[in-house]
């Protein structure tokens, strides 16, 4: 089973940049792709970026050229860099990691880490 351990979170003013990380460990061979999902107050979950073994990556509209997902395969973390962050960007973030053992297809999520941008 995959872990993930988020780090980066925070209170950062409208404009500012954070940058969040997530480190998986154990069974990590079996991971895909990893992103970065959000979750608003009051609203449904929603990706905001991933990136697939080779680097490919692919964002949400409302993030495209703002934020940066990347990747060390090498320490199997996940990063995302968020600049130029609006009130709209306050949300739990989440890390996924999206495994295939075999012939399943399994989603790990990390424990989440809280944004807040002020206006």
């Known amino acids: 089973q995959v872990q993930l351990v988020e780090s980066g979170g925070g209170l950062v003013q409208a404009g500012g940049s954070l940058r969040l990380s997530c480190a998986a460990s154990?069974?990590?061979?079996?991971?895909?792709?990893m992103g970065w999902y959000r979750q608003p107050p009051g609203k449904q979950r929603e990706l905001v970026a991933a990136?697939?073994?080779?680097?490919?990556?692919n964002y949400a509209d409302s993030v495209k050229g703002r934020f940066t997902i990347s990747r060390d395969n090498a320490k199997n973390t996940v990063y995302l860099q968020m600049n130029s962050l609006k009130p709209e960007d306050t949300a739990v973030y989440y890390c996924?990691?999206?495994?295939?053992?075999?012939?399943?297809?399994?989603?790990?999520w990390g424990q989440g880490t809280q944004v807040t941008v002020s206006s």
């Open positions: 996924n990691a999206h495994a295939i053992i075999l012939t399943l297809e399994i989603d790990y």
């Open positions: 154990r069974n990590t061979r079996s991971i895909n792709a």
């Open positions: 990136i697939s073994t080779g680097g490919s990556a």
